[in-house]
């Protein structure tokens, strides 16, 4: 057997401690968010029947050809995949528990995702995402609603420069007008299409508008653009959308070649894009996807979501400058003796009974040597017992930053913390 150090599987990250706790800052701002809008938290299996995603996301896109994590079941020969993304395992969440029923649904989850890609900054092959998804609504007053939802948490987190970038991909019946267009167009040029624009001009010509290859750049800014076939209602939708953001202040700019990469999209696409983050400038993106409920197995019905990864947001506030949030600790108790220990267990948790967050030393050690540990532990107070003390049912309460040591029975401890602590 190796001696070998075993190390983590690349482009998937341990959060250590230190770091955890802007995570947890974080994540309780998003609750509050979430909680302010109405949307309640929904949670899914990491491993989902591979069929899910090959369905609803596409067969020829990036990431159920080249991304997903899939694999058999050895027990009974089921072909699964840890998910890549949330939205359809949480649709298909929303049909099989018939929530959907009289019941138009706003949900939000949270967590790990996975996609086999090239690690790199703000890109990881486990990353962590918030999705919001709302169900049975058909009007753009929800697209609206979730736009604004993302202005106003980059207004809590103090995240600026970054832009709003939106665009509409119509419906079903104008986006096959629009592809039959463009396959007609490539065709005529095919001599300058590279490999992965040739691999999918019949099958996902959409694609191709996506391209970040510069020599392309020409050729697709030449293609036919999808507006000009959108059909009256799309574009009434289109608009509406567009009134009520700058009714309320909200500057975007429209991108007829923002097409998203999964194909259960339609009419709003958006993404909230950063220059900050190199490459990986998509902080949060979403949009329609009213086929998708009909596609997995359900009832027709219409649906608006969107997803944000955490890591590049975390990277956008420290890259601000926000330093890492330590966990408050208000008491480190401090122990000498066997008396001293068998009450230093009892006072600590009669401290934490009115909410007092206490670190009691363990592992033995001189005062001094305890006391170093009581400084470096950033607590408010020390709590000090030695044998004497515990013979006398007392304790000493050393203030850290300054101030007179007291000495208060143990039957006293929790009014006398009161004054120290509020």
Not at 58 to 80: A, C
């Amino acid at each position: 057997m190796s001696n070998e150090t075993l190390q983590a599987v690349r482009g998937m990250n341990d959060i250590l401690p230190d770091e955890a706790g802007l995570w947890l800052w974080f994540e309780e701002v998003v609750r509050d968010w979430l909680d302010s809008y109405g949307y309640r938290n929904i949670r899914m299996p990491l491993v989902e029947p591979t069929s899910l995603f090959k369905r609803a996301i596409g067969e020829v896109t990036d990431i159920v050809e080249k991304e997903m994590y899939s694999f058999e079941d050895s027990l009974n020969g089921d072909q699964l995949t840890l998910r890549p993304e949330g939205t359809a395992s949480c649709v298909r969440a929303v049909l099989q528990h018939n929530l959907l029923y009289n019941a138009p649904q706003r949900l939000y989850y949270t967590g790990q995702m996975f996609r086999h890609e090239r690690p790199q900054k703000g890109r990881y092959r486990q990353f962590h995402q918030i999705g919001v998804e709302a169900l049975g609504f058909a009007g753009p007053d929800i697209d609206a609603e979730q736009i604004l939802m993302c202005a106003r948490l980059w207004k809590k987190l103090g995240i600026k420069d970054v832009t709003l970038q939106l665009n509409t991909l119509g419906d079903a019946e104008s986006r096959a007008r629009h592809r039959a267009k463009l396959i007609t167009y490539f065709e005529q040029h095919t001599a300058a299409l590279d490999a992965e624009a040739t691999r999918r001009l019949h099958s996902n010509p959409l694609r191709i508008l996506d391209s970040k290859n510069p020599a392309m750049q020409e050729l697709i800014a030449h293609a036919p653009k999808l507006m000009d076939e959108l059909d009256a209602e799309a574009l009434a939708h289109f608009q509406a959308l567009q009134d009520t953001l700058t009714a309320h202040g909200i500057v975007f700019e429209i991108n007829t070649r923002l097409v998203r990469g999964l194909d259960y999209y339609n009419r709003t696409v958006f993404e909230w894009v950063t220059t900050r983050l190199g490459a990986q400038g998509t902080i949060c993106a979403g949009g329609r996807y009213d086929g998708l409920v009909e596609q997995i197995g359900g009832k027709a019905a219409p649906a608006m979501g969107f997803a944000m990864g955490v890591e590049r947001l975390l990277a956008l506030l420290q890259d601000d400058g926000m330093a890492l949030p330590k966990p408050r600790v208000d008491v480190y108790l401090v122990h000498q003796g066997e008396l001293a220990a068998k009450l230093a267990s009892r006072v600590s948790e009669q401290m934490r009974d009115t909410g007092v967050r206490v670190v009691m030393h363990c592992g033995g050690g001189s005062f001094k040597s305890q006391m170093k540990k009581a400084d470096a532990s950033g607590a408010l107070l020390a709590v000090v017992i030695g044998d004497d003390e515990a013979q006398a049912r007392q304790v000493s309460i050393k203030p850290m930053q300054g101030g007179e040591q007291i000495k208060v029975d143990v039957a006293q401890l929790n009014d006398t913390l009161k004054q120290f602590l509020n």
